[in-house]
């Protein structure tokens, strides 16, 4: 179930946190992860694997899906480690739920924190099978964390607390966390012969800490990583050349890990300012045209670029002549058309939070020099979000590289509510 797109090994595997790191809640506009976005998708989505690891349950995980223009990843480790699901309708593994079960009884640890004044209980979704969560006073935690242990131990239990943020205290199966979730993945991917050639771990805080000392794995602790986690660092990592506590921060430090590191390519789609010279690598690479395409789409109607005539013609002659658009409403129009009526819409959005991003940009070869490249094309306007999938046919002619042939969107799932299709171009 894991990794049918993929035929060989990862070329890298991320595995990444979530609040903190791979999300900057100080970054109203999203800026680093939308930078992150589009390198993801223009250079690693066909051969490599994204892995969050969050302390988030899957209802608060999903409420940040909808908050925050996150990419969908291959794996999500939930829970602080106590759950892992694959793909986009979330497949639980149920290899890792017999895992935790050894020596866990949540009857007994519900019970046992009963005993104690100093826990808060958090919100009701974020108590799973394998997870009871308090909020507890940092002045307290060293030794209620003390305390609890010793009792649970008595009751025969084999539990893990983790401490983290300041205030969250989680109890878990003692084989669950961050980094037992991941050795169990890396495992299960070695087992079917898919062992990545690259791992990076990276966090922010304390059960992050779990992430950086599965073996042979590079890791990046964010520029903004709480004092928790750097002491955790000086205390057992310093040594290790393979972790590093970035410039940059949440996805900005991740990038710069990838480059520090040597990864693969860093340099983002975003941090490119002319179109005309943003070339791809020498193979055809129809995944990093559409991501360039959708990128110029967004800063045209930003006003970010200049209004040139240079570009609708550049744009004019990467399409079939003959090409068709068929629009989420299922009207159809020639592409052609559809690029000269983007004249009209530069700088529409301009002083608006109108930003663009694609996810999971997946092209295959359906005949010698013919590209079949299906994505989900979202678009974001102030509050209102706006999603459809997207399906391009490209062919390759010698000497002018690829050419867009057919576009064709329809609605995604949470966009079906939207009548008004007028706003929507491409």
Known sequence: VIMERLTSPARLMIVSDLDHTMVDHHDPENLSLLRFNSLWEHAYRHDSLLVFSTGRSPTLYKELRKE????????????????????????????????LNNKWDLG?????????????LQAETEQRPHKVSFYVDKSKAHEVTKELSQRLEKRGLDVKIIYSGGMDLDILPQGAGKGQALAYLLKKLKSEGKLPVNTLACGDSGNDAELFSVPDVYGVMVSNAQEE?????????????????????????????????????????????????????ENVNPGHEVVKFFLFYERWRRGEVENSEAYIASLKASCHPGGVFVHPSGAEKSLVDTIDELRKYHGDKQGKKFRVWVDQVLATESAHGTWIVKLDKWEQSGEERRGCTTTVKFTAKEGEGLVWERVEQTWSEESKLKKDDSSWII
Request: hydrophobic share 35%; with cysteine; aromatic share 6%.
């Open 108 to 120: 007994v640890v519900k019970e046992e924190t009963g005993n104690f004044s100093e826990l808060t």
């Open 68 to 99: 925050k223009p996150l990419l969908t990843p291959d794996v999500t480790i939930m829970s602080v480690g106590t759950e892992i699901t694959y793909g986009n309708s979330m497949v639980p593994d149920n290899g890792w739920v017999d895992t």
């Open 229 to 281: 986690l750097l002491k955790w660092h000086a205390e057992n990592a310093k040594d290790n050349p393979k972790v590093i506590h970035a410039k940059e921060r949440c996805a900005g430090g991740i990038i710069q890990a990838i480059g520090e590191f040597k990864l693969g390519p860093s340099l983002s789609p975003r941090d490119v300012s002319d179109f005309l010279e943003c070339k791809a690598d």
